[in-house]
């Protein structure tokens, strides 16, 4: 029964291209009008069949993480950006319209993101092994998008060009008082130290980053000029030359983006500048993949540049720059991809089978999510004062 329903909403969906499927009963269809290359799906659990019916976006993940669903030469990037492509031409692509509005609908609550669920949510991504992340980021261990000034850049050229170009818009001086919020394993609040000469103060609510954060701040030379506190933003209560948020502000849910804004419009100097880098969708407020919200980012959302900007206006800080970046993560992924299969014994070896499918299917989602689907990354520079910044972006190209 559910096979058959299965069969003809994939007929309706996949219009182009080249895939097969081999069900469980081994019998195997064709869809899409047979260009390209072809990429062969094989479901073996049957069990997925109905679980695939009621939340399609999460049982594929699932039924790829636990082994049920595979993919022939495990061709998941192919698969991907084929659903991916059709979902987009083809209409909404779900096919479950009614679960994806039940989560629009929903969000509020599962993006209810107080102190005590806050902390939770961030345990389970960002306490996981300092060694996980040493197997497939850069050298300075920047978690978000690297900027490729120039094409022939490697992942580690293209994030130290990010931290220039952020310390550069945040036009900042030596000895001038530097907020980072969501400051990770301290690679950007080292590098604006270093190179910038600022004071800067990170706030984390990860133990496991802010342990490493102290010890690479110590090996740069810079512990003197950097302080790293397991803080919640929204308890800071001090003034800051300069407030910076680098993909943090997908972390705070939708409900709580007037008390993020209006937190960064306290804590900033009257004649400071804020930056906020966040990754967003050029589409309509959404929702976030079920998969993605159970397994690996709870409480996570990717705003529409509409939603922060709703709430921008009702603060009193101005835009005074929002520059978009397309393509920049779509490389960044790429270089995370290729590290993390260069190195997937020992991702194995400190966790299991399951969870290198897990991050596997993760890595690659994301990776067809900027790539088909219409997300960039919003750089969202403001001020209180009109006068802050400078009228043009000459500043940056000296």
């Known amino acids: ?3 058959g329903t299965l069969r003809r909403m994939l007929g309706r969906l996949v219009r182009d291209g080249d895939l097969a499927v081999t069900w469980p009963d081994g019998v195997t269809n064709t869809y899409g009008d047979g260009t390209g290359t072809r990429v062969h799906l094989k479901i073996t659990d049957p069990g997925l069949l109905s679980r695939l019916m009621r939340n399609p976006e999460l049982a594929l993940g699932e039924g790829y993480m636990e082994g049920g669903l595979t993919i022939e030469d495990d061709d ?18 779900r096919f479950s319209a009614a679960a994806a509005a039940a989560r629009t609908g ?8 107080p102190l005590s669920v806050a902390k939770r949510n961030v345990e389970v991504h960002y306490d996981l092994p300092t060694e996980l992340y040493d197997l497939f980021l850069d050298a300075n261990l920047q978690y978000t998008c690297g900027y490729f000034r120039d094409p022939d850049m490697d992942i580690d050229q293209a994030q130290v060009a990010k931290m220039d170009h952020i310390g550069k818009k945040l036009m900042i001086e030596p000895g001038m008082r530097v907020l980072d919020i969501g400051s990770g394993w301290g690679g950007l609040s080292i ?18 980053q802010l342990a490493e954060a102290e010890k690479r701040a110590e090996a740069a030379g810079v512990a003197d000029k950097v302080t790293f506190r397991l803080e919640d933003y929204r308890d800071l209560d001090e003034t800051f030359d300069r407030v910076v948020v680098v993909g943090m502000m997908e972390h705070v849910g939708q409900p709580q983006y007037p008390v993020f804004l209006n937190q960064i419009a306290r804590v900033l100097d009257p004649k400071g500048i804020a930056l906020v880098h966040t990754i967003g969708r050029t589409t309509p407020p959404g929702q976030t993949s079920p998969f993605i919200h159970k397994y690996i980012f709870p409480g ?26 397309r393509d920049h993560y779509i490389r960044t992924l790429q270089a995370w991809k290729d590290k993390f299969e260069a190195n997937v014994d020992a991702v194995r070896e400190m966790f299991d089978e399951r969870f290198v499918r897990m991050w596997r299917y993760y890595l690659t989602a994301s990776e067809m999510s900027f790539a088909e689907l219409g997300l960039v990354i919003f750089q969202i520079q403001m001020a209180h004062d009109q006068h802050a910044v400078p009228t043009n972006r000459e500043y940056l190209y000296p």
């Open 1 to 3: 029964m559910f096979a």
């Open 300 to 325: 996570g959302y990717i705003p529409a540049l509409s939603e922060v900007m709703t709430e921008v206006e009702k603060t009193d800080l101005l835009p005074t720059d929002i520059e978009v970046w």
């Open 76 to 93: 998941l990037t192919g698969f991907l950006r084929l659903i991916a492509r059709n979902a987009r031409d083809n209409g909404s692509g």
């Open 106 to 113: 929903l969000r509020r609550i599962a993006q209810h993101n």
């Open 191 to 208: 590098h604006l130290a270093r190179t910038f000469g600022a004071q800067v103060t990170g706030v984390t609510l990860s133990k496991e």
